[in-house]
């Protein structure tokens, strides 16, 4: 019968877990403002980057690492018009290399981050 219970317990808190985890992954980045702030909201804890085209950039590129998403996460360019998503497995100028936009548009800001599978990136352009 505990066997049973703890089970349950744990069952439901998995559940709970991976439910709030969704929620979060919907509102990945809040508003655009004139100070170009962009909000990423976790299911513990409401983190706010602020600043211009590089530091959108760098939140895009932390939270696809940290994701492992090899994709557009949406929301603000930080001042920009586009931004261009990239990944490798071989190196951070590959996957700067590998972005949407490269040697086409000018670039406002870019980064790129080690995530447990490779390399992921993002660029703001203009």
Same mark, same amino acid.
């Given at each position: 019968m505990l066997r049973v219970v703890v089970l349950l317990v744990l069952s439901v808190i998995l559940i709970g877990l991976n439910a709030s985890d969704a929620d979060a992954r919907r509102r990945i980045f809040g508003r655009q403002s004139r100070n170009w702030y962009v909000t990423t909201y976790t299911a513990a804890t409401t983190v706010s980057f602020t600043g211009g085209p590089q530091s959108v950039a760098e939140a895009k590129a932390s939270q696809a690492a940290s994701w492992l998403t090899k994709g557009h996460l949406g929301g603000s360019f930080g001042g920009g018009n +586009?931004?261009? @998503? =990239?990944?490798? *497995?071989?190196? +951070?100028?590959?996957? /700067? &290399? &590998? %972005? %949407?936009? *490269?040697?086409? !548009?000018?670039? /406002? =800001?870019? +980064? %790129? @981050? !080690? =995530?447990a599978d490779g390399w992921y990136a993002c660029k703001i352009y203009q």
């Open positions: +586009a931004e261009g @998503v =990239g990944f490798s *497995t071989h190196s +951070a100028a590959a996957a /700067l &290399s &590998s %972005c %949407c936009y *490269t040697g086409q !548009r000018p670039v /406002l =800001g870019s +980064a %790129c @981050v !080690r =995530g």
